[in-house]
């Protein structure tokens, strides 16, 4: 099989790691990669090849599945997804694992989404939709904070403000819908009721039809230890989470994901690929706060590292409806990642810092070091982006992956290396160590 993923951060070094196991897959192409699928690719005689060419690029993008004879498009992030990948894949008779970009709405639109779970009767939080500032401005000074302002579509992780005065809820609601400052993205916008309690991840495989979950995760989205500072794309994750059991997984699923894969179905456009709930428990109680599309990255880093079955086949499977829980096998092991990422960030940061130690991070048992935003130059691996590695290791327990994965960062030293030094410690407390 060849095939191609989409994307070039840790997600698609975990899933291109996971991929170049598989004994069925005879080339693999990651469009545009990283630092890490470069060095898979210098590695693997040819077998394994980085692409220049951008996530957002459909027609070139297209253009490489016809030259390259791709049997199976694998999209990482939910932006080429939104812009139709999946669509032409299908009009090239291609597989692709990722939605039609009507069913990626569920994530390219926060008031689709919301809709879609009144209409399947999914639980979240109490919303109200405005296009127009006036409006919105009387809605927050009738209402109470805390409260939550949400730019309707995508906007880098930056579209929702969680206000805890009505000043700074007027100033978001002014950003905006009268500065613009997401353009488009931001000219409808949701403002909900404030939930309070712990997150989690649940995410499910769908081949449109049938729907089978994987195992749980916990991300942490702020900068900072004890969930402090501004948000991230995530700072760390790990699987299984304790607050989301194996055994409740399916009626978690049942109740958060199986009832909109069912009304995607309904009206046409069914979804494929991955479905990710994000979860509020408040007072125990499951409230879906967005869904997304694609696996979350660094949940995929944990779960790719848990997943003991020949990846490409349970996609292809996804692809072609014929999806069946049997197809998946967990190893029981839990799994950690640490992101290792680039002082400053989220904000602004330097890049083009040589990242050194790496071989000795990679020596420490059940230890991957996945790249995110690193680049190959001359041999020697650099910093490029914001989040710079996820090293994540696969132990006994939770304890054990925390305490491989923070040994092996020790090891890595770039200018600037900044990771939070608790990742982990939630599901620990729950756990009750
Ligand atoms: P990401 O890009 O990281 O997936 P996003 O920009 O799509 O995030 P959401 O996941 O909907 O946006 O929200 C980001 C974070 O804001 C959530 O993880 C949660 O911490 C907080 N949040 C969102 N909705 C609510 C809510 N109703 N009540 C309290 N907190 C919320």
């Known amino acids: 099989?060849?095939?191609?993923?989409?994307?070039?951060?840790g997600r698609e070094h975990a899933l291109a790691w996971k991929m170049a196991q598989s004994p069925a897959v005879e080339s693999l192409l990651i469009a545009p990669g990283n630092g890490g699928t470069a060095a898979m690719a210098a590695a693997s005689a040819g077998r394994v090849q980085n692409v220049p060419v951008k996530d957002g690029d459909i027609p070139g993008l297209m253009a490489l599945v016809a030259r390259e004879r791709i049997d199976l498009v694998v999209a990482g992030p939910e932006l080429p997804l939104t812009l139709g990948l999946a669509d032409a894949c299908a009009a090239a008779g291609v597989p692709?694992?990722?939605?039609?970009?009507?069913?990626?709405?569920?994530?390219?639109?926060?008031?689709?989404?919301?809709?879609?779970?009144?209409?399947?009767?999914?639980?979240?939080?109490?919303?109200?939709?405005?296009?127009?500032?006036?409006a919105a401005r009387a809605h927050v000074l009738a209402h109470s904070v805390p409260m939550v302002i949400k730019a309707d579509g995508l906007a880098a992780g930056k579209g929702v403000v969680?206000?805890?005065?009505h000043e700074e809820a007027l100033e978001a609601v002014d950003a905006m819908l009268v500065q613009h400052c997401f353009g488009e993205a931001g000219a409808r916008v949701l403002i909900e009721d404030a939930l309070a309690g712990e997150e989690a991840s649940l995410l499910a495989l769908c081949d449109g039809e049938h729907v089978v979950p994987l195992p749980a995760c916990q991300d942490h989205k702020a900068i900072y230890d004890g969930d402090t500072g501004p948000n991230t794309g995530g700072m760390g994750a790990y699987s299984p989470a304790p607050i989301l059991p194996d055994a409740s997984l399916q009626a978690m699923c049942d109740l958060a994901i199986t009832p909109i894969v069912r009304l995607m179905a309904q009206r046409g456009t069914p979804f494929k690929g991955v479905l990710y709930a994000g979860?509020?428990?408040?007072?125990g109680q499951p409230f879906v706060l967005e869904y997304n599309v694609r696996f979350g990255d660094p949940e995929c880093q944990p779960l790719m590292t848990r997943l003991d079955c020949d990846l490409p086949a349970v996609l292809l499977a996804c692809c072609e409806g014929r999806l069946a829980p049997d197809m998946l096998a967990i190893r029981p092991e839990s799994a950690l990642c640490l992101v290792l990422a680039a002082g400053g960030y989220p904000g602004s940061y330097d890049t083009g810092k040589a990242i050194a130690g790496l071989d000795a991070a990679g020596t420490v048992p059940?230890?991957?070091v996945f790249h995110a935003g690193t680049?190959?130059?001359?041999?020697?691996?650099?910093?490029?982006?914001g989040r710079v590695l996820g090293v994540t290791?696969?132990?006994?327990d939770l304890a054990q992956a925390r305490d491989q994965a923070y040994t092996a960062a020790a090891h890595i030293e770039f200018d600037g290396k900044y990771c939070r030094s608790d990742i982990g410690m939630k599901g620990l407390r729950r756990l009750g160590l």
């Open 1 to 9: 099989m060849r095939c191609l993923i989409v994307g070039g951060g």
């Open 96 to 134: 692709c694992f990722g939605p039609v970009q009507a069913a990626a709405r569920l994530e390219g639109s926060k008031i689709f989404a919301k809709e879609a779970m009144v209409d399947a009767g999914v639980p979240t939080a109490g919303f109200a939709v405005f296009d127009d500032a006036d």
């Open 162 to 165: 969680v206000a805890k005065t």
């Open 279 to 283: 979860l509020m428990f408040v007072d």
């Open 366 to 368: 059940g230890v991957t």
């Open 375 to 385: 680049r190959l130059e001359h041999g020697q691996v650099q910093t490029s982006g």
């Open 393 to 396: 290791a696969l132990g006994a």
